[in-house]
């Protein structure tokens, strides 16, 4: 059994960390949104993702 240090707060080890900084910073578009029109930016990410947008952990 091995142990390992973890901070309390470490986002670069958490996947959903990664993906909603891809989100904010590069897919979705940097202006002020109304509720509808991020949650519709939000539901063309989801139907994309794979094809339009590519998430790797490396």
Sequence with gaps: ???YFLPP???ELNRIEM???KIKYEWLP???MEPEELE???DKIHKGFSSEYNL???
């Design 19 to 21: 993906l909603w900084r």
């Design 1 to 3: 059994m091995e142990f």
């Design 30 to 32: 940097f202006k002020q």
């Design 40 to 42: 519709n930016e939000i």
């Design 9 to 11: 707060y470490s986002p």
């Design 56 to 58: 790797t952990f490396c």
